[in-house]
């Protein structure tokens, strides 16, 4: 491959790194504002019930206290998909439902004044779980949403979006199959991403009509979209990004904790700062959705698919933000990897009174999958089938398609993952572990191992609209404008980079503007592995749209058609002709050149990730223990080095492949309290734990923008899970199908511990 | 201190209290109460430095201990601000983020400097918790084993796995003292 470029693919440090390892580097809570007050929630202790009767007086009352809101204070505004759920509303659907809102001069004040709301509830019976809520005849959470299913569809992604999966014959191709298994298998740990940095906004509303919101959002842009619709159409929204402090997903769900510090900067006429603490991030902010599947599955004794049937269960909690979204793209991503030519897949979008699930890193299709794999793998053990070659051979290659989330089919236009494949399995070992199905790798006394292997691919990379400027000005600088808040993967550096390699003038000439949508174009977001492909593309066409206006101006002064022009560090050249040149400089200094960039959506490319564990079990205490961990896929070109592989280790938090060895979301199944919101209860895995992991990254020129490259951030964590089931299932020697396998879960496999039993005798 | 209320509105200190504490080398002294420019008997080390003191660059993330996010070093020690009361400060010197820089030329500290050569981070909340934990620990320690990097690590979380870097980063250092 030839590698000309002065800047990407090379190690080069991240343009806030220096902001970051110093302190200096400014995430929302470390904005300061003049006059802030501080926002808190009071948040319902029932999982569902009707308020009765609020008195606020004697929270109005306590000096410092600026204001006070519930239910009755509001306008009107409703988030959601479709847009049913009030900021706040006289029902409460779960433990943790914001039933008032303070604004006070101190955090503790504010707090002081939320004990002093009283609230008379009616509490109403709740379902807190999908079988409760789809039973016959079950309280609804909404009204308006009988049976407690969500209508499906999003409008976001067209009138057709994606609602499940038709296609050929299935009952021909159950009868064309070799081998059928069948079964329910589920995803429903609800595990939170949890990001380290909490959830929150600052809010300044000047009258009577406008707002700036500063949030923890990495995609400020379509906040302000999102809140305009919220807030009836009639505010007019700025929206500003900062650092953030993670997201993996989640900080696009921010609408809430936005609307909170507005209504209470609007009753205040001051800048009011909510952020959520570390227990309200836990309980009453984004949690995965939870994921059962009913299906059947045919395949011929060769590895081939002919048959997907069944029904996907979707629980969001209380409410759906994106989870039409994520069940479209979910299906969408099944087909990438299970090329099939029979399909009948439906779902439903179940409401719950517990905690609302929602957009997470792996969005919908990491649910789906690690329900999908542990079904496939009974089928492949009947027809005793390697699974890393039946992974490999249904992924999709060139000349196949799937539906994606607008319902239109796509022809595959990329290449073939299955190199990257086949040296990730070859890095890992994948042919001398691979023992057979309930087959341990290795026992050693009490301590086994087994591997398993999980498979993800997203036509996300392309997904929805990207625009920038670039602007040139006349001493060889140039400036991006663009709505992306940095939240970690270290993509703006990135679009630095591209910009520079297009512009050919070094990195330190070339600035960024702040995300804020006053001052940049419309831009998604960073979400959906789309950072590389969409938003680079559009940042691309800018720089090369701003180069051929330069051009334009500067031919007639060269005496050359612009086609003939090139440029390297402030100088423009005919090509050819070394002495024919102007600097930028001749631009003179009351003239910028503007260039317009916008990306289209294109789903015919996706990315792939393949993830091989080798997991331990030691069969005396239960305990799983990741012994390796390999990822294999390939991107393209890489931008950046040392940032993929930072993403790529990313595999293994952020609600990834520990949500099959410890992670998970505990609920009281009688009263729908969280039982440990909190980060001492909620594990996360620490420095002492880390497996051996090692990355494959391959660059084959993939047909995407200039630098043929496409990003696979996002779904690192993906292929795991279910690869981790797999693996203890072959270590024990009997299958495991629920997540995550516990100690627990593990010894009452072995038979040594009955979990069932309770009471005692004398 | 066994009169003090602390009831914020009957709050009425028999005397004038002060706590005075060193923070990157420059001391502060402050009265005890609950004006702004006060310390509160309620406020945390992470509330004062960065409320306070305006040092932002000490994260908090959990606020109960569990993270590492808020660490800075008090008297050699890697602490945690969060779980620190500011008024038992009284008399202590402290090393926050901002402190490491080299006071005359600013130039970095070679774990920062590290940290940024091995992109040691990902959204760079935790990052400033980590650092100064490595600092502490090569302070104490200036050849210290990979698995006891490990162990003195083990108090900071980072959801975007940054681990790996970490170690490589530390290392480095490590190594550049041999």
């Not at chain 1, 992924?395 to 595959?412: A, L, N």
Request: aromatic letters at 8%; hydrophobic letters at 40%.
């Amino acid at each position: 491959m030839d590698d000309t470029y002065r800047y990407i693919g090379k190690p080069i440090p991240r343009r806030d790194a220096a902001a970051i390892v110093t302190g200096a580097a400014v995430f929302l809570d470390d904005l300061r504002f003049d006059n802030l007050l501080h926002g808190k929630v009071l948040r319902s202790p029932h999982a569902h019930a009707r308020i009765n009767r609020i008195d606020k007086s004697k929270a109005e009352a306590l000096p410092g206290v600026k204001a006070v809101l519930t239910w009755e204070d509001i306008p009107d505004w409703r988030g959601g998909t479709p847009r049913t759920v009030r900021v706040l509303d006289e029902k409460v659907r779960y433990v943790g439902d914001a039933t008032a809102l303070v604004a006070a001069t101190t955090p503790e004040i504010a707090e002081e004044a939320l004990d002093l709301i009283e609230v008379d509830y009616k509490v109403l019976p709740a379902v807190i779980d999908m079988d409760s809520a789809l039973k016959p005849g079950a309280p609804l959470v909404y009204d308006e949403f009988p049976g407690n299913i969500v209508p499906g569809g999003t409008i976001i992604y067209g009138p057709n979006c994606l609602k499940g999966v038709e296609r050929g014959d299935v009952a021909k191709g159950f009868a064309e199959a070799d081998v059928i298994t069948e079964g329910t298998f589920g995803y429903e740990n609800i595990p939170n991403a949890l990001p380290p940095e909490s959830v929150g906004a600052v809010a300044q509303w000047e009258e009577p009509d406008k707002v700036t919101v500063w949030a923890t959002s990495q995609a400020p842009y379509m906040d302000k979209v999102t809140l305009f619709h919220v807030f009836n159409r009639q505010v007019e929204i700025r929206s500003i990004g900062n650092h953030v402090g993670g997201s993996f997903g989640t900080k696009i769900m921010c609408w809430q904790v936005q609307a909170y510090a507005v209504l209470l900067s609007r009753a205040t006429g001051r800048p009011v700062k909510v952020v959520f603490t570390k227990e309200e991030h836990l309980a009453a902010f984004t949690l995965r959705v939870a994921s059962r599947l009913q299906a059947k599955v045919g395949i011929k004794n060769d590895g081939t698919l002919t048959a997907i049937q069944g029904t996907w269960y979707v629980d969001t909690g209380y409410y759906s933000f994106t989870t039409q979204a994520q069940v479209a793209v979910g299906s969408g991503e099944l087909m990438i990897m299970a090329q099939c030519p029979n399909w009948d897949l439906k779902n439903f979008i179940v409401t719950t009174n517990r905690n609302a699930s929602g957009s997470t890193r792996g969005f919908g299709g990491q649910e789906l999958k690690s329900s999908f794999i542990p079904l496939l793998s009974l089928a492949m053990e009947k027809a005793d089938l390697d699974p890393f070659e039946v992974l490999k051979k249904n992924f999709v290659k060139p000349g196949g398609g799937y539906f994606w989330r607008d319902g239109e089919w796509y022809d595959y236009r990329g290449i073939d993952y299955s190199k990257a494949m086949d040296t990730g399995a070859e890095r890992f070992g994948w042919k001398e572990k691979w023992k057979g199905w309930l087959k341990p790798t290795s026992v050693d006394g009490p301590k086994r191992t087994g591997i398993g292997v999980g498979v993800h691919g997203n036509a996300d990379i392309g997904e929805d609209a990207a625009e920038a400027y670039v602007q040139i000005d006349y001493n060889g600088t140039a400036t991006i404008f663009l709505c992306v808040a940095e939240h970690g993967t270290g993509q703006k550096s990135n679009y630095v980079r591209m910009a520079a390699e297009v512009l050919q003038i070094p990195l330190d000439r070339i600035a960024m503007s702040p995300a804020d949508s006053l001052v940049t174009p419309f831009e998604f977001g960073p979400v959906g592995s789309r950072g590389t492909y969409a938003i680079g593309s559009a940042v691309i066409n800018a720089a090369e749209d701003a180069k051929q206006k330069l051009f334009d101006l500067f031919a007639p002064k060269l005496g050359a058609d612009p086609e003939d022009l090139e440029t390297a560090d402030g100088v423009v050249t005919v090509k050819g002709h070394p002495e024919k040149s102007l600097k930028w400089r001749a631009l003179g200094n009351d003239r910028t050149v503007l260039g317009y960039g916008r990306f289209e959506s294109d789903f015919t490319l996706c990315n792939c990730m393949m993830s091989f564990v080798e997991a331990g079990v030691d069969t005396e205490t239960g305990k799983v223990s990741l012994e390796s961990v390999v990822l294999a896929t390939d991107v393209g070109r890489i931008i950046d080095p040392l940032g993929i592989e930072g993403q790529l280790n990313g595999c293994i938090g952020s609600a990834g492949i520990d949500t099959a060895v410890f992670e998970e979301t505990i609920l009281n199944p009688s009263s729908g309290h969280m039982l440990n919101p909190n980060l001492i209860d909620y594990k996360w895995r620490t420095f002492e734990e880390l497996p051996p992991i090692e990355h494959v990254v391959l660059e084959t020129p993939i047909p995407s923008h200039r630098f043929n490259a496409v990003g696979v951030g996002e779904i690192s964590t993906a292929p795991g899970p279910s690869a981790v089931l797999m693996a203890v299932s072959n270590a024990v020697g009997t299958w495991f199908h629920e997540y995550p396998v516990t100690p627990q879960k593990v010894l009452k496999a072995l038979g040594k511990i009955d979990t069932e039993r309770r009471g005692g005798s004398r | 201190m066994t009169d003090i209320q602390t009831d914020r509105n009957t709050f009425t200190p028999p005397e004038v209290l002060t706590v005075g504490f060193t923070v990157n080398g420059q001391y502060h002294r402050f009265n005890v109460g609950t004006e702004a420019h006060e310390i509160s008997p309620t406020h945390t080390l992470s509330w004062t430095l960065r409320e306070t003191l305006g040092l932002t660059g000490t994260k908090v993330s959990c606020d109960q201990g569990a993270c590492g996010c808020c660490t800075v070093i008090m008297d050699g020690k890697a602490v945690l601000s969060c779980k620190i009361l500011t008024i038992e400060c009284d008399g202590k010197t402290i090393t926050t983020i901002e402190g490491l820089k080299e006071r005359t030329s600013g130039a970095l500290d070679p774990i920062q400097q590290a940290f940024i050569d091995h992109n040691a981070f990902q959204c760079g909340y935790c990052t400033p918790g980590m650092i100064m934990t490595t600092k502490a620990l090569l302070d104490e320690k200036s050849h210290p084993t990979e698995q006891e990097i490990k162990e003195a690590l083990s108090g900071n979380f980072c959801r975007c796995i940054s681990h790996y870097q970490v170690i490589t980063a530390v290392l480095s250092v490590v190594e550049s003292r041999k």
